[in-house]
């Protein structure tokens, strides 16, 4: 008989968030017949063994090398057949409460496709990307020049659930009859933007996407190392594969702005880098003395 929920969490290089993500998720789970996958990017830290000694329960899969994160959450989803599917990322703590409540809003709504939670910050602050639209050439020209309530649904009440477009993959929650109609993660996403294509899909397929006011903690970016060449380009890449995926009947003349924005952004961002890590070189002291 199938499970009421596969947990899927892919990891790289983060045993210790890893190990406290899964103490948060076991506690979770507690009542509710689920089990939990890990997905390991070959990572060279002590996260095969942490996981072998300190959770064997939990079904690994060790890859020799690193596959990405729509590769690495599907080569599990294919594996398990639950009703429900959760995408959750190693850098979260979950609340006692909020695997069930989330479970069952889905229950009783049918129409919903997937959800996603209030994530908070280490700080407790409300992180602004738990609720985000669609990025359509319209609301990413927004965001990029700085206007961001439409991306963020900012009218949308943090108590009380409401229907949002993209569901974050920090917490993705999904219906398995969903993801047989519309599709698994599209794997020409390595990392970033496979959550936002995902979630169009679900729309395009007639599925509702829901904010629910339950809670995660999200260690937003600790398990990545943004301040590299491969996470600036891997990010804004990702963006232009879902442009071209979605908007590229467009007329040249619509587009191209949209395009420009992007690798103007994806520059900016990477001078920024080069110019912080100069320094960094320069003077490591005083940068030490502002991180402390």
Not at 104 to 117: I, K, L, N, S
Not at 140 to 165: C, F, N, V
Not at 203 to 227: A, M, R, V
């Amino acid at each position: 008989m199938a499970k009421k929920i596969s947990i899927v969490i892919v990891s790289y290089n983060v045993s210790k968030l890893l190990d406290e993500c899964l103490q948060s998720v076991k506690r979770a789970l507690q009542g509710i017949d689920g089990e939990v996958w890990v997905v390991d990017n070959r990572s060279v830290d002590n996260t095969i063994d942490m996981l072998r000694e300190k959770h064997p329960d939990v079904r690994l899969i060790a890859n020799q090398e690193n596959v990405g994160f729509a590769r690495a959450n599907n080569q599990a989803i294919r594996q398990s057949d639950a009703e429900y599917v959760l995408l959750l990322n190693p850098d979260t703590v979950v609340y006692e409460n909020t695997l069930r409540g989330v479970l069952d809003f889905m229950d009783q709504h049918p129409e919903a496709g997937g959800a996603g939670v209030r994530m908070l910050t280490r700080e407790g602050l409300r992180a602004p990307e738990s609720r985000r639209s669609i990025p359509t050439p319209w609301v990413a020209m927004l965001k990029m020049l700085g206007a961001t309530r439409r991306y963020y649904m900012s009218h949308l009440s943090w108590d009380e659930p409401g229907q949002i477009e993209v569901i974050s993959g920090a917490f993705c929650l999904l219906r398995r009859k969903a993801l047989d109609q519309v599709g698994l993660l599209d794997e020409d996403f390595f990392m970033y933007g496979e959550d936002i294509d995902l979630s169009y899909r679900l729309l395009k397929g007639g599925w509702q996407n829901w904010f629910l006011p339950f809670d995660i903690i999200h260690y937003k970016g600790e398990s990545t190392q943004k301040s590299s060449f491969r996470y600036v380009h891997t990010f804004y890449q990702a963006m232009l594969i879902f442009f071209r995926k979605h908007y590229g009947h467009l007329s040249f003349f619509f587009a191209l702005p949209v395009k420009v924005a992007i690798y103007s952004r994806a520059t900016l961002a990477l001078l920024q880098m080069m110019l912080d890590n100069l320094r960094r070189f320069i003077n490591p002291n005083k940068f030490k003395r502002n991180k402390s």
